[in-house]
């Protein structure tokens, strides 16, 4: 019920947007994060909009990163900016009914998107 696409190679200090879109779910009654999760890592909170538009990010990337949505397209986006190595990760989209930053609080996932920061 979630996509996620946008993943990719890309040198540190580039830019990359990531999608995920909908299906099957009342998308505008949910809110919805990102989440990455490295190798050898636990899966960790990203991003998150809440159904009003609210943001919260991880202290890691705010300044870099941006949640936006799209409610007529039923996607979020994930626009990354100056990036690093460090955010080398397979990228989660996720949704639930309201703006958890606790994985296991999701009822829905994306099967997850690439991203690799060459440094």
């Known amino acids: 019920q979630l996509q996620a696409c946008g993943g990719g190679l890309v040198q540190a200090g580039g830019s990359l947007r990531l999608s995920c879109a909908a299906s099957?779910?009342?998308?505008?009654?949910?809110?919805m994060a990102w989440f990455r999760q490295a190798p050898g890592k636990e899966r960790e909170f990203v991003a998150v909009?809440?159904?009003?538009?609210?943001?919260y990010y991880a202290d890691s990337v705010k300044g870099r990163f941006t949640i936006s949505r799209d409610n007529t397209k039923l996607t979020v986006y994930l626009q990354m900016n100056s990036l690093k190595p460090e955010d080398t990760a397979v990228y989660y989209c996720?949704?639930?009914?309201?703006?958890?930053?606790?994985?296991?609080?999701?009822?829905?996932w994306g099967q997850g998107t690439l991203v690799t920061v060459s440094s």
């Open positions: 909009i809440t159904i009003s538009g609210i943001i």
């Open positions: 996720a949704a639930a009914l309201s703006h958890y930053t606790e994985a296991y609080q999701y009822d829905y």
């Open positions: 099957g779910l009342s998308f505008s009654r949910y809110a």
